[in-house]
């Protein structure tokens, strides 16, 4: 089974052709991740998509942050709808032309009208839940979010350091993050669809975090228990151009 090069990897950062469908900003990004087995992705993973490993191992990550200045193309941001948290499960996948991207397993955000559009137009599996994050003069953010309907309660608490740095091609870090594509599947029609994402490369930084829980990852199917996240940081944050999907031909 043959995986995505460096270079493809690289490759994936230049700007596609054509215009965004919407902007955003992310910031007071954290990722948590956990190492799992390769097969316990695959088999969770559309006919199409592979899942993406690192020396062997394959990865299921928690991100939670901020989306900001959320907007179509010609129209302008409105604070009330466009700033919101968000919550995802994600894991690393390629497709059959080795373009590398991320597969997500849910994504928590307490913007109703952001959930009904992402499900309908992007065909992904967004959730509506209650969040709030709060962050201190210290730095520490307290990050909470409660999934609708008696779903996971997580609980964050987090802090950057102050050195940032582009993750070096060939790492764990540059394998997690950079990433500038998603897949999502459309169950309905049966199709496969990617779609491109542009932004500046992240500037990583360590992260310290006192609370954290893997319930997200529970509901998604991964029992992770109360083992640690294997691999922490944090990113600033990065303006982001979203592009129109594209199906994905067989």
Request: aromatic fraction near 12%; charged fraction near 25%.
């Amino acid at each position: 089974m043959f995986h995505p090069t460096t270079e493809q990897r690289l490759q994936e950062r230049a700007r596609p052709a054509g215009q965004p469908a919407m902007y955003q900003r992310w910031a007071e990004l954290l990722f948590l991740h956990w190492a799992v087995e390769p097969a316990d992705i695959q088999r969770t993973l559309p006919e199409g998509l592979t899942v993406d490993v690192f020396q062997g191992r394959a990865w299921i990550g928690l991100v939670p942050f901020f989306m900001q200045r959320v907007r179509p193309r010609f129209c302008p941001a409105v604070p009330v709808l466009s700033d919101f948290l968000e919550v995802n499960v994600r894991t690393y996948v390629h497709d059959a032309l080795g373009r590398p991207g991320v597969w997500f397993y849910s994504l928590d955000c307490n913007q109703w009208l952001a959930v009904k559009l992402a499900r309908r137009f992007f065909h992904l599996p967004y959730e509506h839940a209650r969040q709030q994050a709060v962050k201190a003069a210290d730095g520490w953010l307290d990050y909470r979010s409660e999934r609708i309907g008696a779903g996971p309660v997580s609980h964050f608490r987090y802090r950057a350091a102050a050195t940032h740095t582009v993750a070096e091609p060939g790492t764990l870090k540059f394998f997690l993050v950079e990433r500038y594509r998603l897949y999502a599947y459309d169950a309905r029609a049966d199709r496969l669809w990617t779609g491109r994402v542009a932004h500046a490369p992240y500037e990583i930084a360590a992260a310290e975090v006192s609370d954290c829980d893997g319930r997200l990852l529970q509901a998604a199917g991964f029992a992770v228990g109360n083992k640690a996240p294997e691999h922490i940081c944090a990113a600033r944050a990065v303006a982001v151009d979203i592009f129109p999907l594209e199906r994905v031909r067989s």
